[in-house]
């Protein structure tokens, strides 16, 4: 749990230093990064596990389970954001990607290895492939093509941008048809491992960018001011969501306890992905994201410490 920890504070804190001493060739570079991850590094972590994942019982309902729970707070977060809270479409865009985007690949996975222990890291990374993951590369890019200011004005526009900027799209549908000849257990591994424990310092270090890229004066605010959006954000995806799963799973059949925690994890740095290829609001992004990543560490530190 301590090195998770000492992980995010100094990848982010990389990411800020680099912002800082180098500006518009750090935030390029955290550009990059989201182009490399979204069309080599990805693809081949979704292929390789999604095929040589089995489902079945509790463990592929409580999947289910979570499509479920995570369209109830997506249409949540849309009519906060759109008539309560009168967002404009990025900004409405983004509460909902921070909403139905948990960070459960970056965060969830070594959180749950650190929690639960390394039995633990089948349930989490199924969850973060099969939902997580399949929510990104459908809900999440859909959501940022109708949404974001840089996908086209009309329909078809928007509808060509999501399949043309969604490289693991295929290579999920790969993965699911593909036999188990094709993804020998090396590689298998080298994509358990990326996502385990490569994921987490990239990903972080583009969200130290981004808090200071996106920062209104030249100033660094952290945590960034706490708004309306930002608070919405956190409750719907780290209280409403694992509350809502938690009550499907009593009503219906029980989940592992890693569903669970995938189900709380903060929003995810995905959303900042997704906020890049499509032009939705990166600042209420980031900033969701910060917020709700410090608190689901400093309650995963509280319960390490209680149970040590």
Known sequence: MILVLLAIVASTAVGVGAERRWGAGAVRFGRTLI???VWALLPFITFFIVARLHLGGGVGIGLA????????????????GARVLHLSRP?????ILTVVLANTGYLGIPLNAA????????????????????????????IGAAFGTAAGESPRERMK????????LWALLAGLVA????????LVDIAKFAAAYGLLPVGFFILGVNLMGEREDGTLQFPPPLTAPIGVSIVLRMVVAPGLLLGLSALTVGVPDAYLVQAAMPAGINSLIVGHLYGLDLRLAAGAIAWSTAIAVLAAAAVSAVGI
């Not at 389970?65 to 906060?80: C, H, K, P, S, T």
């Not at 900004?91 to 509460?95: D, E, P, V």
């Not at 941008?161 to 693991?168: E, K, L, M, Q, S």
């Open 179 to 186: 036999p188990e000849t094709l993804a020998p257990q090396a």
């Open 161 to 168: 941008a999501f399949f043309t900027r969604n490289p693991v």
């Open 91 to 95: 900004s409405t865009g983004a509460l």
């Open 115 to 142: 929690l639960l222990g390394h039995d633990a890291l089948a349930p989490a990374i199924a969850w973060d492939t099969i939902v997580s993951q399949v929510m990104l590369y459908t809900a999440g890019f859909a």
């Open 35 to 37: 182009d490399t991850m």
């Open 65 to 80: 389970l979570g499509f479920v729970e995570l369209a109830v707070v997506g249409w949540l977060a849309y009519i906060i």
